[in-house]
């Protein structure tokens, strides 16, 4: 059997919990150094990474709207809440000697660069990691959106979706003992059997743009090397 071939350049969507551990809240040390030594390995394979990360560990914009908040508000809070998360990560890989830069969809520029299609492109060619902050910088929108949205902009050949659950069940595995994994699914037949892969908005747009998404576990090791390498990990959702 040949070697699948890996990835040219990929899409790493993180959660924001996916950055607090155990914790209830905030960055978690060990589990970003853990993190970003998985990264650090895609990045040795010499595969252009880009990266969105969420901001959950820290602010919701949709608990902030349920408080009697301003949900427009409480979401620019909440992408706040991605460029701290970004800002640690790139610390955390420079730590590593890995290269990365950050760039923001809100215009914070004494603390990050704004993001610049080409010049974002032009990072990813020379090896370097592109992490984009705040979302897509709309409210009432998600950092998986902004995942989809990225992804599309860059070119990428797939977009990794890195969540607590190890790919796409029949049922919430949770809830259901009984549910099984998917390998392999269409987006056609996730969307008939209403599954939960991504949020609608950022689903369509993979879709629309023959986008194909893998949902695998973060706290898996060497899940995201076996991803960025076109390996059997988790579920591919397919065109
Ligand atoms: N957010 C937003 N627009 C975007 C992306 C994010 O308003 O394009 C806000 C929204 O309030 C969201 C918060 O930022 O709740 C954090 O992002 P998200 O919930 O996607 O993070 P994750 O669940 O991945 O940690």
């Not at 901001?55 to 919701?60: A, Q």
């Not at 969809?105 to 704004?114: D, G, R, S, Y």
């Not at 059997?193 to 609608?200: I, Q, S, T």
């Not at 695998?216 to 959702?237: C, H, M, N, Q």
């Given at each position: 059997?040949?070697?699948p ?7 790493l969507?993180?959660?924001?919990e996916?950055?607090?551990?155990d914790?209830?809240?905030g960055?978690?040390?060990e589990?970003?150094?853990a993190?970003v030594?998985?990264?650090a390995?895609v ?9 969105v990360i969420?901001?959950g560990?820290?602010f919701r ?6 408080t ?14 991605t460029v ?12 590593k000697?890995v290269?990365a ?11 990050v ?14 090896g ?5 902050a ?7 929108f998600t950092?998986?959106?902004a995942?989809?949205l990225?992804?599309a ?8 979706k890195?969540?607590?659950v190890d790919?796409?069940?029949?049922a ?7 549910a099984?994994r998917?390998?392999?699914i269409s987006f056609?037949?996730a969307?008939g059997?209403n ?10 747009l ?13 706290f ?9 390498r ?6 591919l959702?397919?065109?």
């Amino acid at each position: 059997l040949a070697a699948p071939i890996p990835h040219r350049r990929v899409l790493l969507k993180l959660s924001g919990e996916a950055l607090m551990g155990d914790d209830a809240y905030g960055i978690n040390r060990e589990t970003i150094e853990a993190m970003v030594g998985e990264i650090a390995s895609v990045v040795e394979l010499g595969v252009e990474l880009a990266i969105v990360i969420g901001g959950g560990n820290i602010f919701r914009g949709m608990a902030g709207g349920a408080t009697g908040m301003d949900r427009a508000t409480a979401d620019y809070m909440g992408m706040l809440a991605t460029v701290m998360n970004s800002l640690a990560l790139q610390d955390a890989l420079r730590q590593k000697g890995v290269v990365a830069r950050v760039q923001s969809a809100l215009k914070i520029e004494q603390v990050v660069e704004p993001y610049i299609r080409p010049k974002a492109l032009r990072y990813l060619e020379e090896g370097k990691v592109v992490i984009f902050a705040a979302g897509t910088g709309n409210p009432f929108f998600t950092t998986d959106t902004a995942a989809a949205l990225r992804g599309a902009e860059m070119g990428v050949e797939v977009v990794l979706k890195a969540t607590k659950v190890d790919g796409v069940y029949t049922a919430d595995p949770m809830k259901d003992p009984g549910a099984t994994r998917y390998q392999r699914i269409s987006f056609d037949e996730a969307i008939g059997r209403n599954l939960k892969v991504m949020d609608a908005t950022a689903f369509a747009l993979c879709r629309d743009q023959k986008l194909p998404i893998r949902v695998f576990s973060i706290f898996k090791e060497g899940a995201l090397l076996r991803a960025v390498r076109g390996e059997d990990e988790g579920t591919l959702v397919h065109v």
